[in-house]
């Protein structure tokens, strides 16, 4: 007799609402508005509805462009009922990016922020595979449908998906050494994986709130507060963006209990007239992303009572991996403790060895939060999972005590304000200039954005070629963080014995060269 299938992916919005419907769970910090579980789950289930009609169902995508709003929410839910995959579109890449990525993935429906309109319109004719165009908000293109025309379709649940954990929920886009950024595939078995260790790791709890400031096309967005506490019953204030004042007020008024942020964002709080003022005691914990965080941010933050730590993710670990005991923060600065609860990590040497002591080595991640691959590339997706172990590409080195710790990276990219930048991309656009005749670009420390680009350029023979020249070509072919702050022109770059461009001669001569 042949075992029934299971279907036992989780409607979250619909199990919350049936436990705790009257709780509140989504607010808008622009707006104020306020909906309990009840009332967003109506919402989601109005929007799954709203994209069956156009004929969305199972293992269709739905790819979304769009700043945070509700919105964005409401359709990442509504995804998940339908069995759907949400297709994030990162709004931060030049439209001649998107079009590669959208017609790399073929979705069916595009759904799109006003913010975005002249964009959408520039894409044009590469929607080949987009049968609908919906706005998201108010009418700003007759061509286009509205999402608000779901406001006509039932509240109640739409017809069972038949899900399994192993079903993907959402693609989300992190950086590639060449070519197109990788889709890395993350399932509804990711995303619950990711929320149950966090909850059991982090201590979550019904009466926690958190702002969501992070872009959601980030895995960080929906994956280190939002759904955890979807999980639990607690509330997510969602913001625009980053804003500091905004910040400040949530912090004060909004009943903050926990906040998550790239080192830029606590620069820039730290910078800010009202940081002497502001009373961090309702914060039980504050949480540093994305890029190395300095040691004096750190500081300031303890100074003032705040369990300040670091956390390390990465999108194909669906965000969360490590937590330190608030009891060892100050003890283990630096540290970022131990795996949550469902991972299991080890360190290893070139040779695949695993590494002893404090041995620094590449930090190998596995369990059921890890992604199944990138889309569409089988390739990379073997380079980066071998036998269960997910490839992260960083160094870590475990001490005495299991404490781990990032110590660098074995990737040849930096992070700029929390994105990530693969310097073999921009030197493959840099070389498409008809003046450039070699190129190459590194990491250099940056007092605010962590990381920035610097450029290394020898211009071809008898060409003529400005900073702002190449700035702007560049600018209209890749997103502004990946372009470089500053170059500099030299007649010949340094090579290995081999031919390579010998970056650690540029690091070396350079480094301490910030003019």
């Known amino acids: 007799m042949a075992a029934a ?52 169902g199972k293992d269709d995508l739905v790819a979304v462009y769009a700043c945070n709003c509700i919105e964005y929410l409401d359709l990442f839910f509504a995804c998940g009922k339908l069995g759907a995959i949400l297709h994030n579109l990162n709004w931060r890449l030049t439209a001649l990016e998107l079009q590669k990525i959208i017609s790399a993935a073929a979705p069916k429906v595009l759904c799109y922020s006003s913010e975005w309109l002249a964009q959408v319109r520039e894409l044009g004719s590469v929607l080949t595979t987009i049968k609908t165009i919906v706005a998201m908000q108010e009418a700003v293109d007759n061509a286009h449908l ?17 899900l399994t954990m192993d079903d993907t929920w959402g ?22 994986w990711n929320s149950i260790n966090t909850v059991t790791s982090w201590g979550l709890t019904a009466g926690d709130v958190a702002a969501l400031q992070l872009p959601l096309f980030h895995i960080g967005g929906p994956n280190i507060f939002m759904l955890p506490l979807v999980h639990v019953g607690g509330k997510t204030i969602l913001c625009k963006e980053f804003d500091v004042d905004e910040t400040f007020d949530l912090i004060a008024d909004g009943g903050l209990s926990m906040f998550v942020g790239v080192p830029t964002m606590y620069i820039m709080m730290q910078q800010h007239p009202r940081w002497h003022a502001t009373d961090f005691s309702g914060l039980k914990l504050v949480i540093s992303g994305g890029a190395p965080c300095p040691h004096p941010v750190m500081e300031k933050f303890w100074d003032k009572g705040v369990d300040f730590k670091l956390g390390y993710g990465l999108t194909e670990a669906s965000g969360n991996n490590f937590w330190l005991p608030p009891e060892d923060v100050q003890r283990k600065p630096g540290s970022v403790g131990y795996p949550l609860f469902h991972i299991q990590t080890k360190i290893i040497r070139d040779d695949g060895s695993e590494c002893g002591g404090e041995e620094a080595g590449e930090l190998l991640i596995a369990g059921p939060h890890i992604t199944p691959g990138y889309m569409n590339m089988p ?53 498409s200039h008809p003046a450039v005749s070699e190129a190459a670009l590194i990491g250099m420390p940056d007092e605010k954005w962590g990381e920035v680009g610097r450029a290394f350029v020898v211009p071809e023979q008898n060409e003529s070629l400005t900073e702002a020249e190449l700035r702007d070509y560049l600018l209209a072919r890749i997103a502004k963080y990946k372009v470089p702050n500053s170059v500099i022109f030299l007649t010949v770059l340094p090579k290995t014995a081999i031919g390579k461009i010998d970056k650690k001669v540029l690091l070396k001569e350079y480094l301490t060269n910030q003019s």
Not at 10 to 28: F, N, S, V
Not at 149 to 162: D, K, N, T, Y
Not at 173 to 185: D, S
Request: hydrophobic content about 35%; overall charge negative; charged content about 20%.
């Open 5 to 56: 299938k299971s279907h036992y992916a989780t409607d979250w919005l619909h199990k919350r609402a049936q436990l705790t419907p009257m709780r509140i769970g989504l607010e808008d910090a622009g707006t104020g508005q306020q909906l309990t579980f009840q009332e967003w789950n109506a919402r989601a289930n109005q929007s799954a509805h709203f994209l069956a009609a156009l004929g969305v």
């Open 379 to 431: 390739q990379e997706t073997e380079a980066a999972i071998r036998d269960g172990w997910l490839h992260t590409g960083d160094l870590a080195q475990r001490d005495a005590e299991g404490y781990y710790y990032i110590v660098g990276r074995s990737k040849d990219m930096f992070i700029s304000g929390g994105e990530n930048v693969y310097p073999a991309e921009v030197e493959s656009v840099m070389h």
């Open 146 to 162: 509205l999402l608000a025309e779901r406001a006509r379709q039932s509240c109640e649940q739409p017809p069972a998906a038949e």
């Open 171 to 192: 693609i989300y886009y992190t950086g590639g050494t060449t070519g197109l950024p990788k889709g890395a595939i993350l399932t509804h078995g990711n995303m619950t």
